[in-house]
């Protein structure tokens, strides 16, 4: 079955580094998006992706943060400066259309 | 803003029991997903409710929505040991923004 693949699975990294989070989506999903969850607290949206473009994004998703499709398989997530508070989980998921969501096992974030 | 809100927080049951947990919600939606994620995994989607349904059912899931109420139910019926996991109801705005926004979370556990 089809699935959602994340990269790397834990990143540990200093206050001011620059991170990349890596998906492979589901090969004929058209909608891309990530999610965080900082520990015990619920799943926030940060960006969606459709058509090369952003299509939505939240207040979290700042000048900090890029998302970019640089071939036909790979999404990824930039922090640039990464800071103490952007430790989390990190959850990619791809859909095809506007309803199911598709996860990803995610790539959990330390930022020391 | 739209978010969805789960209740209880915690819902700790015997195994063989029925549980179930609620979700409100603010603002008008096309449909109401939920999701299942077990601790330090990814989110899986369960079972999707349309804003013009008032209840689905998917195997011993039943989910219940009244869009007067702005809220929704999901039941798990014969529970099982493992069940055990945290249960997400997640909205997607009317307006056709390309993003769901999750709520805090039942945490629930199966006791055997």
């Known amino acids: 079955e089809p699935e959602v693949t994340q990269t790397p699975s834990h990143q540990v990294t200093q206050m001011g580094q620059e991170v990349i989070l890596r998906c492979v989506p589901i090969?004929?999903?058209?909608?891309f998006y990530w999610y965080r969850q900082i520990l015990g607290q619920k799943v926030e949206f940060l960006v969606s992706?459709?058509?090369?473009?952003?299509?939505?994004k939240s207040e979290i998703f700042d000048d900090q943060f890029s998302v970019e499709r640089p071939d036909g398989s790979n999404f990824t997530l930039k922090i640039r400066s990464t800071k103490l508070e952007d430790s989390a989980m990190y959850f990619c998921?791809?859909?095809?259309?506007?309803?199911?969501?598709?996860f990803g096992e995610g790539s959990r974030l330390t930022v020391l | 803003s739209q978010q969805g809100e789960e209740d209880p927080q915690a819902l700790s049951i015997q195994e063989g029991e029925n549980a179930t947990m609620n979700c409100s919600y603010k603002?008008?939606?096309?449909?109401l997903q939920w999701y299942r994620q077990n601790s330090g995994r990814g989110l899986v989607h369960l079972i999707l409710?349309?804003?013009?349904?008032r209840e689905k059912h998917s195997g011993r899931l039943r989910v219940t929505l009244d869009t007067s109420k702005k809220s929704s139910s999901l039941l798990i019926t014969a529970s099982r040991a493992a069940d055990t996991a945290s249960y997400f109801c997640?909205?997607?705005?009317?307006?056709?923004?390309?993003?769901?926004?999750f709520g805090q979370g039942t945490r629930l556990t199966i006791n055997p």
């Open positions: 998921a791809s859909s095809r259309n506007t309803g199911e969501l598709f």
């Open positions: 090969s004929n999903h058209l909608y």
């Open positions: 992706f459709y058509n090369n473009e952003i299509s939505e």
């Open positions: 603002t008008s939606i096309n449909n």
């Open positions: 409710i349309r804003s013009n349904e």
């Open positions: 997640a909205t997607d705005a009317i307006s056709g923004a390309q993003k769901l926004v």
